[in-house]
């Protein structure tokens, strides 16, 4: 079956970038809406962004103007990039894939990266 992988978290120092990467193991991005959630301790998961099959993109209100999400189906990757990260960008993130095709619906999650924000 597909599966997600991560990579690309890390330490990084408040104002600082950090590139998150997700490869899937099958052809999957470009039948699907491929995104970055987040989830900190003690809280939900969220969306940080999103990019659907059609090329919109969507960003958590908190992250807009900072953060940049980007794919190449060709290669079954989706990157998100971080600038100007803040303490509050601390969590574990996570890549997502809502696959849709004839007959077929299935969401696909990574096993998560750590990034922590800290001087």
């Known amino acids: 079956q597909v599966q997600l992988v991560e990579s690309g978290g890390g330490l990084a120092q408040p104002g600082g970038s950090l590139r998150l990467s997700c490869v899937a193991s099958?052809?999957?991005?470009?039948?699907?809406?491929a995104g970055w959630y987040r989830q900190a301790p003690g809280k939900q998961r969220e969306l940080v962004s999103e990019?659907?099959?059609?090329?919109?993109?969507n960003y958590l209100g908190s992250v807009k103007g900072r953060f940049t999400i980007s794919r190449d189906n060709t290669r079954n990757t989706l990157w998100l990039d971080m600038n100007r990260l803040e303490a509050e960008d601390t969590a574990v993130y996570y890549c997502n894939a809502q696959f849709r095709a004839v007959g077929v619906s299935q969401d696909y999650w990574g096993q998560g990266t750590q990034v922590t924000v800290s001087s």
């Open positions: 099958g052809s999957i991005f470009t039948s699907s809406t």
């Open positions: 990019i659907t099959r059609a090329g919109k993109r």
